[in-house]
């Protein structure tokens, strides 16, 4: 979403400054976001398709190994609990116990020495729809004023105080979840954005 | 990186479509890149700022946990083990020997309770700047053809073509990596890049 605000608003800053033709910023920032939201969206959905066949592969190779190097496998088991200083004796138990169950033995492995969570591949999709949705809507907050205002200039003014309100507290949300300070989350989003738009704006003047 | 290849191109295709001015294309396209380098770069670095001081405050809120209350702490570091099938006595000196080291103990609730990879803070930078360089150099492959092309639409076949081979090269080489089908890969990034442009370019040449 603070892509979705902060690319569209920084590209349509940057026309304005260069071509001064309200149309033409607004048909470059459609084209950015139809391209921005599609490519994010799919892209991280298959990138999310990618961890799941990734993790379903390695758990394959986990179950086969457990099956054709019983021995091996309880003696990686046995050095993770090495790594935290227990004694052969007390680990021995603990290795039997882990081993005694298949699943249990492979999904030990699997977090703890390969440090895999699993993924839902439902999740998958949801993400991507989110992703999209996210890019879409952030990016017509940006450029609806250019639509509505009279002036490219007013436009871009406008744009501009939206964009960074939402940016603003699109951070201080960000932040309130994250734990840290709401305060500093929503400068840093909004310094983002501004420092975007001003190099793109400066650059497509520059050379126009 | 395909973000990089895929967004500016898209961009410019459709601009292509709707307005037909190389130098207006070559605007956008830079004024694109400029923008999503900075945002996705400086945006990615803050992400994993965000990440470490994130993980740090957990880490410094299960500290003052086993100094307060280590019979609860205890308990969730035999509750691990009780997800793996183990029995009481044979948890009992598991857990006193994580216990006996509070740096070892920490490191145990950090990863097994709380599934905290421990981020590192070096890799922030190194990756926003990695992020940064690959969409400004994903960005100037589809934007170039139309710098030097004598023509708007044969800068846009040449564009369509490089990039087109570009995506494929990319999705080949990170499906190499990822361990999926290296093809499988490639016809990937080509088709998101593909119906990103699609879109862009139909959008574009519609609302002009």
Chains 1, 2 share one sequence.
Do not use: N
């Amino acid at each position: 979403m603070a892509d979705g605000l902060t690319v569209p608003f920084a590209l349509a800053a940057g026309l304005t400054g260069a071509v001064a033709k309200t149309h033409l910023v607004v048909i470059a920032g459609l084209a950015e976001i139809a391209a921005g939201s599609i490519a994010m969206g799919l892209g991280g959905y298959l990138a999310a398709r990618t961890d799941f066949d990734h993790y379903e592969s390695e758990k394959a190779r986990e179950i086969r190994e457990t099956e054709e190097v019983p021995g091996l496998e309880k003696e990686e088991v046995a050095d993770v609990f090495r790594g935290y200083g227990m004694t052969e004796e007390s680990i021995a138990p603990v290795v039997e116990a882990i081993a005694a169950d298949r699943q249990r033995w492979v999904d030990f492995m699997m977090r703890f020495e390969l440090g895999f969570e699993e993924p839902d591949p439902k999740r998958a999709l949801h993400s991507a729809a989110t992703i999209a949705g996210s890019y879409i809507l952030g990016g017509m907050v940006p450029l609806a004023p250019y639509m509505i205002a009279s002036g490219i200039y007013t436009g871009l003014k406008i744009s501009a105080a939206v964009t960074l309100a939402a940016l603003f507290a699109f951070g201080y949300g960000k932040g309130r979840l994250t734990g840290i300070s709401p305060l500093r989350g929503g400068l840093q989003t909004v310094v983002i954005g501004g420092l975007a738009s001003a190099a793109a704006f400066g650059l497509a003047r520059w050379i126009s």
